[in-house]
């Protein structure tokens, strides 16, 4: 009997690894084919879409970060990007912990109101807000500008932030501020001391989709960012897309791989911390 159920067991484990590695190849495969695509050239591409480059071409990546979007080397778009999406990211971040953190542990008049207020926010669309946020940056005197992006940012990725932070916040033992207020520290002394170390795991992954989200973010920069000069990825994507710069296949498989490797090697950069928040809560 036991070893019946053991073979079922086996089974079933054999029939999950091979769902999960169908599943893995479904999704790595596209990425692994645009990534050594982009070392290939035209006719390399048009001969054989499948086949592995021979020889690698690494020009191509020199070729597309030097192209010209509207005037505008593609590195300036990248670089545009980065210089929103990062500090945006690191502001979403920090309010959200500390906006998360005294929604957890206060108790005020309207708290679950203001709750539910962030909860609403989180599946309102882009396109649907799209013409106020114009107007009102228009009239603040910000589009056209990196920092009205910014600020534009930063209040759609602020709901998500903080309603993950007072998830993580509130399952966090109360026992454990309380004993540092005992011991003299203040209700924000705490929260450096003891919540802030204790979340860089739920705040890295806060972080990571919210610099995934801003860096394909598309709808906004494109109807705020006029300027060549300030465009972003996504917009200079879309120019690259529509025929504004044709150097063929290799050029737009290159192009999409460059867009794709920088968010992929920040997730690399701080898995460890993602690794740590999943198992905290087992500690």
């Not at 990248?78 to 906006?99: D, E, K, W, Y």
């Not at 929604?103 to 005020?108: G, S, T």
Request: proline letters at 5%; charged letters at 5%.
């Amino acid at each position: 009997m036991r070893s019946s159920n053991t073979f079922h067991q086996q089974i079933n484990r054999t029939i999950v690894y091979m769902v999960l590695i169908a599943w893995s190849i479904l999704s790595i495969g596209p990425l692994f084919w645009m990534f050594y695509s982009s070392f290939k050239s035209n006719s390399q591409i048009v001969a054989n879409v499948w086949a592995l480059p021979h020889p690698w071409i690494l020009s191509n990546w020199v070729q597309v970060l030097s192209a010209a979007v509207n005037s505008v080397p593609f590195a300036m778009n990248i670089a545009n990007t980065l210089l929103v999406a990062i500090p945006a990211t690191i502001v979403v971040v920090i309010c959200g912990s500390l906006a998360g953190y005294a929604l957890a542990r206060f108790r005020f008049r309207g708290a679950q109101l203001l709750q539910i207020f962030f909860l609403v926010l989180l599946p309102v669309p882009q396109f649907a807000v799209m013409i106020p946020v114009w107007s009102y940056m228009n009239v603040l005197g910000l589009t056209n500008s990196r920092v009205g992006l910014f600020f534009v940012y930063c209040a759609f990725n602020l709901a998500l932030a903080i309603t993950l932070m007072r998830g993580f916040l509130s399952s966090f033992p109360s026992e454990i501020i309380e004993a540092s207020q005992l011991d003299g520290c203040s209700e924000l002394g705490a929260y450096f001391r003891i919540a802030l170390p204790l979340s860089l795991g739920p705040m890295t992954i806060v972080g990571i989709l919210t610099f995934g989200g801003l860096w394909n973010e598309f709808l906004f920069a494109m109807s705020l960012i006029q300027d060549p000069s300030r465009m972003t990825v996504q917009p200079a994507l879309a120019a690259f897309s529509a025929g504004q710069i044709s150097f063929g296949w290799a050029t737009e498989f290159s192009a999409l791989a460059i867009a794709t490797v920088i968010p992929i090697a920040i997730f690399l950069a701080f898995q460890k911390q993602i690794f740590q928040a999943v198992t905290l809560p087992n500690l």
